[in-house]
């Protein structure tokens, strides 16, 4: 079973790339020129957290929404570019209303990273998921949790029971 830091590495982009099926590295021409996924995704982080564009985020989430760019936003997340702002990636999550409910184990990968806020964010969007869910992914998304759960601080040990309790919640 890893340990809390060996989530770590998959945000490592040095080690890791990572890559969400149906997601494809160049997008359709936008006024002329090919838009790569990459320049979107900075262009989702920029706007989702640089201060200077708070008036756009709301705009911005709607249209993450409105143009099912869930994919897109879960990219963003796991692009090394977000690593200070990741927390405010995870919240967009539940702020545009999109339904992660098929990304599940990458929301319990994001609710047992080290920065308490990721965490946090991660378990607010779990709690807004529909399901339906598979009952053994359930069982062996608490069954690392609990095992995870053993070798932290009890600030966030209390923010993994909920977890635990929210996800044994899905399986009823």
Same mark, same amino acid.
């Given at each position: ?28 021409? #936008? ?19 640089? =201060? ?27 692009? =090394? ?39 946090? #964010? ?9 399901? =339906? ?34 996800? #044994?919640?899905?399986?009823?």
């Amino acid at each position: 079973m890893e340990n809390n830091e060996d989530f770590k590495k998959y945000f490592d982009s040095k080690n890791y790339i990572t890559k969400i099926i149906g997601v494809e590295e160049e997008e359709k021409e #936008e006024e002329g020129k090919l838009i790569k996924t990459e320049d979107k995704i900075s262009k989702i982080i920029n706007l989702l957290t640089d =201060p200077a564009n708070k008036s756009f985020k709301e705009a911005t989430l709607l249209n993450l929404k409105k143009e099912k760019g869930g994919d897109l936003l879960l990219l963003a997340i796991a692009s =090394p570019k977000a690593d200070k702002n990741r927390h405010q990636l995870v919240a967009a999550c539940w702020e545009s209303e999109i339904n992660f409910s098929k990304y599940l184990p990458f929301f319990i990968l994001l609710a047992l990273d080290a920065d308490y806020l990721v965490s946090l #964010e991660a378990m607010t969007v779990m709690s807004t998921m529909e399901g =339906p869910f598979e009952k053994d992914m359930l069982n062996n998304a608490i069954k690392k949790v609990k095992e995870v759960q053993k070798n932290i601080t009890s600030e966030k040990a209390v923010l993994l029971n909920d977890l635990v309790y929210t996800l #044994e919640g899905f399986i009823e």
